[in-house]
């Protein structure tokens, strides 16, 4: 039999503790183990008493709440975090989102209501947790704090890369605004994010997969929004439903992030197993990489988690891995050399390791590729003579259980292969 779930209300200051007690649902499903006030001691509280569900009580902006939001889901990711807002701005509630409260209350409310809001949460993470348990494929975010050093091109190869080495990949277009990956990828963007959010119901794997653009190479792409004031439409909240069904249903996601730490990248970096930060050989580029890479370790990110691409790296303007290295504090992993295909892929929206498997391009996006599944224990598939798989010439290869290498239609949907375990 389940247990009722124990939850915590902690009172901001400044608001009325019988406007919230009169809110509190009175259910056998709901046992309240405190009602406390202030941040100091709601965390120690929460530390010191088993708790299911917190609850936050608050009236106007309050930072107070947003930082108690935000510690509870880094340091408890499971445990729900409902907002109690009283006379709460329009403004303070999309923060409250974005650090991460599963929903919000407008106070006054009714008990009966109030019930419902906090079913539907346990609900809905219930779900989610079972779709941890059975798909928990490693996510990257693809970063570049700087505009122009090539994300989106690092994005699409990556993901057709992986999937030209056997496994399933979805890639998700976080540039709202002005996002490109279906440009680049070739995809005809005849559904797209925000198609999704305005179809309404609840979201699962299925209707999820039916907004998901297919790519010849097998890789599925959430298309951003066509028009930059659609872009409101999809916020944290929402990403946050779409990442673990991702996850359940492929082997690797891949995120093609806007410049900038906005919101829906910040959420997105950290749900992420890894993060490939993008530079290029320039000052501007490379004072904002080492921005970023700071940022990242405010954040309190996992550093060996995180792979640093040069691209454009044998450019000739007087900067080498030694300057690199002084100005970012940190050596390149994986550098991609200039190449005039490169421009001339995206022209014709086709990868270039599919458009000329055979540059020195392609090469090293294969190589950060298999720097990933190295990192997920998953070896490359060889092919006779022991090379790797390198492009779509007319067919695919994938290994079948056997360890044959049948060919494969690109038409064809790839086959689930069995998911890793999430490093984070």
Known sequence: MQHPTRTLVSLDTGIDEETVRAALPVSAEIQVVGVVRGVDESWTTLQETPTDLLLIACTGYSERT??????????RPGMPVVVLGHESPDGFLRRVFEVGADDVVRLPESPEQVNFTLQKVLARKRAAGSISENGNAPMICVLGPKGGTGKTVTSSNLAVALALAGKSVSAVDLDLQFG????????????????????GGSLDAGK?????????????VLVAPTRPDQASSIGPEFLREVYPLLRATSDFVVLDSSPGFTPEVISAIDASTYVCM????????????RLGLETLELMGYDSDRIVLVLNR???RVGIDDDDVLAVVGKRPDIRIPSDVEVPRAVNEGMPIVIAKPD??????????????????GRATIPVEGGEPVRGLSGSQRSRDDNGATPEV???????????????R
């Open 409 to 423: 239609a690109p038409s064809e949907p790839r086959k689930r292969l069995r998911l890793g375990s999430r490093r």
């Open 180 to 199: 490109d990956l279906a440009l680049a990828m070739g995809v005809r963007p005849e559904k797209t994010m925000y198609d999704l959010v305005q179809s």
């Open 359 to 376: 540059s020195a391009a392609a090469g090293a996006f294969r190589a950060l590729a298999d720097d990933f599944l190295r990192r997920e």
């Open 313 to 315: 790296a044998d450019s």
């Open 208 to 220: 999820l997969d039916a907004y998901a653009m297919p790519h010849p190479s097998g890789v599925r």
């Open 278 to 289: 993008i530079g290029t050989l320039d000052t501007l580029s490379l004072k904002n990489t």
């Open 66 to 75: 947003l930082f108690l939001i935000a510690s509870t889901v880094r340091e």
